[in-house]
């Protein structure tokens, strides 16, 4: 195997990337070799004219093939940046995406104005929502809810490594399996599945679990659910905090009214309805 600097191998993975449509593609070229160099991107940047071994070549153009068939970056490396911090993924879980940055700021507002806050996660997958909400508000008292074992798995590793105070995770289908003894919350915090399968995507989310990302009903089956299911456990004046398309937000207006809620905030992806 010809040997490559560290440039060289940018510049052609690069070029390869960038033939198969993928817009990122230098980005993903240098955290593909970093990955595989277990250094930080920025160690490439001065470290350009360095020789890689054939190994690490070998390696590299591993990864770089997996990138070629649209395999998210993500479960690639493994990980992914959410609020500031790295985040355990796996095909198990939905890969936290910037729009949720905006949920969990909000979500940080509310329940840090909060006396005694208690939050719930619902659908939590990685438990990027959950986990950063307890990092940040760390007199909040947050759960994670997932009706994945194999997600649930990947929250409390993340809540592990993050170091982060949760108080404990349940196996649920929404809010269906939680005990009848437990407290209500303040806040529910959910990013459930809000995409209609006649939706066009793009090629990664096929590698994403399909119960994480479509619902029925216009996307919206799950999230009318856990409206439905949601007043008994929260406390007077508790709030949801939901993802969901913005086209997909009158009809969520609509439906909360049914059940109480009125909204009091729509700011991108995330739509906040407060029990009245």
């Known amino acids: 195997m010809t040997s490559k600097s560290i440039a060289e191998w940018l510049t052609e993975a690069t070029q390869r990337l960038a033939a198969a449509a993928i817009q990122s593609s230098r980005l993903d070229a240098e955290l593909l070799l970093a990955h595989a160099l277990q250094q930080p991107r920025t160690w490439l940047h001065a470290h350009d004219d360095q020789p890689l071994t054939a190994e690490i070549i070998e390696m590299a153009n591993t990864l770089l093939l997996r990138r070629l068939q649209r395999e998210p970056l993500a479960y690639i490396t493994g990980q992914k940046e959410f609020y500031g911090r790295s985040f355990l993924v796996s095909p198990d879980t939905l890969i936290p995406r910037p729009e949720t940055e905006i949920l969990v700021s909000h979500a940080i507002t509310h329940t840090a104005a909060q006396q005694h806050p208690r939050v719930l996660d619902v659908g939590c997958g990685s438990g990027c929502i959950g986990i950063t909400l307890a990092l940040e508000v760390p007199q909040a008292a947050v759960s994670l809810a997932d009706i994945s074992m194999p997600a649930l798995a990947v929250a409390r590793d993340n809540s592990r490594h993050l170091a982060a105070p949760i108080e404990t995770l349940y196996h649920s289908d ?8 437990v407290p209500p919350f303040t806040i529910i915090c959910a990013n459930l599945p809000y995409v209609d399968p006649s939706w066009e995507t793009s090629p990664e989310t096929a590698y994403e679990p399909a119960g994480a990302l479509f619902a029925g009903n ?9 409206i439905a299911t949601a007043q008994p456990l929260l406390t007077q004046k508790g709030l949801l905090i939901l993802e969901a398309d913005p086209e997909q937000h009158p009809a969520i ?24």
């Open 253 to 276: 207006t609509a439906y909360g009214q049914q059940y109480q809620f009125t909204v009091t905030t729509r700011d991108d992806y995330t739509i906040i309805l407060k029990q009245q």
């Open 218 to 226: 216009g996307g919206l089956d799950l999230i009318y659910k856990l």
């Open 174 to 181: 929404l809010l269906t399996d939680l005990p009848n003894d």
